[in-house]
């Protein structure tokens, strides 16, 4: 598969603290790292944009726990477990998208809240690739606000991991019903040179 001119990557996600030993960790999380940071390398490479939405939480987010919301406290902004993995080697042009930054707004979209659709549609991009964390909850939004917006979707299926491995599956079922195609390292890297 070649990519085209108007593709780019959506790297969500991929965070300290979804990882093993973060506060949030997502079971396998750290077995998608070389796997997105070999697409990362192939667009790169291949001058496509690359973008990285993160979870950048005040400390008193509504969805913590704490708050009053489901979660352990998370990526609180300029933490380090709000850092995106440094394995992944982001090039430095990657555009880094911010969400859930206020206190009292959750977002597990990359699209919610954030310019991610207008500079997508700036640089004339019309199919997104999106691999990431985790599987069921922002992969799943994103995936689906992305196909909501118009873009073609193709979800990284080996560049994605679960919290629940049922929930995850719903979530891939959902997106096939949804329409978006799903590919693998081998079939997208191959035709990379």
Known sequence: MMLRDNDALLVVDAQR????GGALAVPGGNKVV?????Y???FARNGRPIFASRDWHPAD???FQTSGGQWPPHCIADSRGAMIEPALQLPANTTIVDKATSTDQDAYSAFEGTALDSMLRNLG???LFIGGL????CVLNSALDALRLGYEVVLLTDAISA???????RAIEKLHRAHAEFMEAAT???GQR
């Open 17 to 20: 603290d979804f990882l093993p």
């Open 34 to 38: 070389p796997v997105l940071a070999a």
């Open 163 to 169: 919290i629940d491995e049922a929930a995850g599956a």
């Open 125 to 127: 991009i019309r199919r």
């Open 40 to 42: 990362i390398e192939a």
């Open 61 to 63: 987010h509504c969805s």
């Open 134 to 137: 985790a599987t069921e909850y």
């Open 188 to 190: 997208v890297l191959n």
